[in-house]
């Protein structure tokens, strides 16, 4: 069983900036390093979607189009923990951000919800106009 425990949600005004941390305990058979790692988000009324995903074996690395240029997925595997920094923030970025953690190696199956093995309880971020 993996733990994940998001947090740096809150409120900003459009423009501004945000930094997401996802920290993590893996279990003994498997250490964070061996996980890919992503993170979805989930508006109000609308299906939960993916945001960013680093592969663990390649650090490949994949973002949602909406979100490229603006968002950047990281992890420091020595603090078991992965980051989303979220800048040029937008009203429509507004939603329930969550990470999790895959065993899939890195590749564009890390974009869909259902190669996750693991899922945080998520951070709220609200962008206002």
């Known amino acids: 069983q993996v733990q994940l425990v998001e947090s740096g949600g809150g409120l900003v005004q459009a423009g501004g900036s945000l930094r997401l941390s996802c920290a993590t305990s893996?279990?003994?058979?498997?250490?964070?390093?061996?996980?890919?790692m992503g993170w979805f988000r989930q508006a109000p009324g609308k299906e939960r979607e993916f945001v960013a995903a680093?592969?663990?074996?390649?650090?490949?690395?994949y973002y949602a189009d909406s979100v490229k240029g603006r968002f950047t997925i990281s992890r420091e595997n020595a603090k078991n923990t992965v980051y989303l920094q979220m800048n040029s923030l937008k009203p429509e970025d507004t939603a329930i951000y969550y990470c999790?953690?895959?065993?899939?190696?890195?590749?564009?199956?890390?974009?869909?919800?259902?190669?996750?093995?693991?899922w945080g309880q998520g951070t709220q971020v609200t962008v206002s106009s």
């Open positions: 999790a953690a895959s065993i899939v190696y890195g590749s564009s199956r890390l974009r869909l919800k259902d190669e996750y093995d693991y």
């Open positions: 680093i592969g663990w074996n390649n650090g490949n690395i």
């Open positions: 893996a279990t003994s058979e498997r250490t964070f390093s061996r996980y890919s």
